[in-house]
């Protein structure tokens, strides 16, 4: 990944807002492509015969993951060393070291944004900024974001009430239901409880019910649904769609469906 999209993306996003950011970082891509060729030496892929509008929603995805990532990370006030870390790791394991290093750069320099504008006016930019991404993105590439999101909040073990809040308010903005991050919570936890709130039913529910809402859930986090936003962010999807399957057979078994 090159470091003309994410300084054009930046300094768009400081300037301009979210959206003069989406549309800088789409003209960086596209400038680069046309100077470097194919691909980048890093590993980002400007993939030949990917058509404009998937290049445009991945490229979408991936500053609205960035921009979006600093709201979360300083949630419950503290800039966690574990949390940045899962973010420069992505990044890391994805894109290469140059991504990492332009990814980190872009995060502190967002927190200095928030400091200089106020917690009011910055909340309002990440308002805009999930509009913007609910504009550029279908439900599914939405959900690997939010899903990314809860990740980055419990990368310290812990998920602060704070940040549970900033979650839910990220989804309402991004025109999702806030029960979408309940569900997201509970993806690891082994219990039969916590297998209902996954599927997002209450346990007094008839079949008919938990297969309606099991089916919804396999639709929109099914893997293809997302193959347009690149191998990294499809890799992700294929392991919420195995923890989804997972609290559906620990369902069913206990019904003896």
């Known amino acids: 990944m090159g470091i003309g999209k994410w300084i054009a993306g930046y300094l768009g996003w400081i300037v301009l807002g979210p959206i003069g950011g989406i549309a800088a970082f789409l003209l960086g891509s596209l400038v680069e492509s046309a100077v470097k060729g194919s691909h980048s030496s890093q590993g980002y892929e400007f993939i030949p015969g990917q058509d404009s509008q998937e290049q445009g929603d991945r490229n979408s995805f991936l500053l609205s993951m960035l921009v979006m990532s600093a709201y979360i990370i300083k949630a419950d006030g503290k800039i966690m060393h574990s ?8 990044l890391r394991q994805n894109f290469g070291i140059e991504a990492e290093q332009q990814g980190n750069d872009i995060l502190l320099r967002t927190f200095e944004e928030q400091k200089r504008q106020g917690p009011a006016a ?3 930019t990440i308002r ?6 609910a504009r550029f993105l279908d439900y599914s590439g939405r959900l690997q974001l939010l899903n ?3 990740l980055i909040a419990q990368a310290d073990g812990h998920v602060d009430d704070t940040e549970v809040k900033a979650l839910k308010e990220v989804a309402g903005w991004m025109q999702m239901q806030e029960s979408e991050v ?3 919570l509970h993806l690891e936890g082994g219990s039969l409880d916590d297998a209902y709130k996954v599927l997002g ?6 079949d008919d019910e938990l297969k309606k809402a099991y089916r919804r859930l ?3 986090h099914h893997p293809d649904r997302v193959a347009k936003l690149g191998d990294d962010v499809r890799k992700a999807a294929e392991r919420k769609f195995q923890e989804i399957n997972a ?3 620990k369902i069913w078994k206990a019904r003896g469906l």
Do not use: H, I, T, Y
């Open 83 to 90: 949390e940045m870390e899962f973010v420069r790791g992505f």
């Open 122 to 124: 910055f909340r309002n």
């Open 128 to 133: 805009q900024s999930c509009r913007e991404a």
């Open 148 to 150: 990314f999101l809860v």
């Open 182 to 184: 309940d569900s997201m």
């Open 201 to 206: 039913v209450s346990p007094s529910a008839s």
């Open 218 to 220: 396999a639709l929109e």
């Open 247 to 249: 609290a559906k057979e």
